[in-house]
């Protein structure tokens, strides 16, 4: 089974412990979510609740019932992903006919 992102957009770090206030991860960690193993990344997420305790006795924890920005910042960072990847997509297909483009011309001369 697949181990989702637990980021919700929010990015803080506590100073003290050097975790996200938001998703409990390290910056190395979450710098390096998207190619750790799976294994890394269940490791990972057994450690928050331990460390969202930690955070949630320092006072300085950010879940998303204390925070609505939360919530609208990871519906808009999603909304941002989708656009960029759907500007890839069109200039990826403007590539591929600018390209065909050539070679049908070529083939004619």
């Known amino acids: ?3 989702t992102n637990p980021c919700i957009g929010v990015c803080k770090f506590d100073a003290t412990t050097g975790l996200c206030k938001a998703c409990f991860r390290t910056r190395d960690e979450r ?3 998207k190619d ?3 294994e890394s990344r269940t490791a990972i997420i057994a450690l928050r609740p331990e460390r969202e305790k930690t955070l949630i006795a320092a006072g300085t924890a950010i879940t ?3 925070s609505k920005k939360s919530k609208k910042d990871a519906k808009e960072n999603s909304k941002k992903d989708t656009k960029k990847k759907d500007r890839k ?3 990826g297909k403007k590539k591929a ?3 065909k ?3 049908n011309k070529k083939a004619k001369d």
Do not use: Q
């Open 64 to 66: 998303p019932s204390k």
């Open 89 to 91: 997509s069109k200039r």
């Open 36 to 38: 750790a193993s799976e």
């Open 31 to 33: 710098k390096t979510w």
């Open 101 to 103: 483009k050539k070679k």
């Open 97 to 99: 006919e600018k390209t």
């Open 1 to 3: 089974m697949k181990v």
